[in-house]
């Protein structure tokens, strides 16, 4: 086995020592945007045990009434690039055309949609329990002009 030089194994201890000096100003000071070097808070954070439960959707109705649920799928978007961009959506509604738009590029043969929704299922919870009960919360619309 050889031997670490002198040089590379100060390389190495100075590698080390940064990564942990960018981990501790990230954890201290940083977002969840600075990953790897951000707080773990989505690890360490936990809503209340009688605060309900969301599950984000994006909901297309298309020419014919007819309602869709939009997934990676059927338009090439992930839940969880809505969601880290639901406020932007909350404030500009505007921009769920874009979401239309890709829906009818990856669904060549599906009716157009009219109408784009961010839709928020809150599930119920009682003492960390789920109760069954659910109610959908509109949070972002976007209506095609006639």
């Known amino acids: 086995m050889d031997t670490l030089s002198s040089r590379g194994r100060a390389v190495r201890v100075a590698v080390t020592a940064l990564g942990a000096v960018l981990l501790l100003l990230g954890t201290f000071w940083g977002q969840d945007d600075d990953f790897p070097f951000g707080p773990f808070r989505m690890y360490s954070t936990a809503p209340g045990p009688d605060a309900d439960a969301p599950d984000t959707r994006v909901e297309g109705v298309d020419t014919g009434g007819r309602t869709i649920v939009l997934t ?56 960390s329990r789920p109760t069954g009960s659910s109610h959908d919360e509109v949070v972002a619309t976007w209506t095609a002009a006639p």
């Open 72 to 127: 990676e799928a059927n338009s090439g978007l992930r839940r969880a690039e809505i969601e880290g961009q639901q406020q932007a959506y909350v404030d500009d509604p505007g921009r769920l055309r874009q979401i239309a738009v890709a829906y009818g590029e990856k669904s060549p043969g599906a009716a157009p949609l009219t109408t784009v929704r961010i839709v928020i299922r809150w599930a119920g919870i009682e003492d």
